[in-house]
T-cell receptor
């Protein structure tokens, strides 16, 4: 199993550009989440999903959209990038009946 | 609201024991997690407590007191590779987790 994969690993955007961060998992996990981590801070939940077709907002959803058309994929869309969105983005998944979250390697995003 | 507090930094000596504390006030509780995160890497799961008491796993142990909103992670026989950030997180509902800002542990020879 590849586990949780994220692409790209690094990205530089200009203010106002849009882009999609990709996340995929091959473990058939029901739950998937997107977090952002700013320097010296913990993880803040952006959006999460408890299954295909179901998504909900986390702590910091503004400026981001998600969709969950399949169990495997959970892309995160930045609608109009802003410098405040410069961060490291982690995707995670877990089975519905287990406690451990599995994290992807992260995407390091810089918005100029 | 959600509030999770843990010390920002700690330093310990190789071979020693260190205890990292975490206090929380959250709306909803579905377990207390500890994750380890090395610099530039993704978090990895260390432990989960949902009932009061101590859970031991090798050199690492985690304790929970739900009535006090308190947990700690105990690391024994410290090794240099234990230098990392340790994240305390509380599970709420629907599989969501709220994270503290993490404790950066430096292990010195």
């Amino acid at each position: 199993n590849a586990g949780v994969t994220q692409t790209p690993k690094f990205q530089v955007l200009k203010t106002g550009q849009s882009m999609t961060l990709q996340c995929a998992q091959d473990m058939n996990h029901e739950y998937m989440s997107w977090y952002r981590q700013d320097p010296g801070m913990g993880l803040r939940l952006i959006h999460y999903s408890v299954g295909a077709g179901i998504t909900d907002q986390g702590e910091v959803p503004n400026g981001y959209n998600v969709s969950r058309s399949t169990t495997e994929d959970f892309p995160l869309r930045l609608l109009s990038a802003a410098p405040s969105q410069t961060s490291v983005y982690f995707c995670a998944s877990k089975p519905s009946r287990a406690n451990e979250q599995f994290f992807g390697p992260g995407t390091r995003l810089t918005v100029l | 609201g959600q509030n999770i507090d843990q010390p920002t930094e700690m330093t310990a000596t190789e071979g020693a024991i260190v205890q990292i504390n975490c206090t929380y006030q959250t709306s909803g509780f579905n377990g207390l997690f500890w994750y380890q995160q090395h610099a530039g890497e993704a978090p990895t799961f260390l432990s989960y407590n949902v009932l009061d008491g101590l859970e031991e796993k090798g050199r690492f142990s985690s304790f929970l007191s739900r009535s006090k909103g308190y947990s700690y992670l105990l690391l024994k026989e410290l090794q240099m590779k234990d230098s990392a950030s340790y994240l305390c997180a509380v599970g709420t509902n629907a599989g969501k987790s709220t994270f503290g800002d993490g404790t950066t542990l430096t292990v010195k020879p």
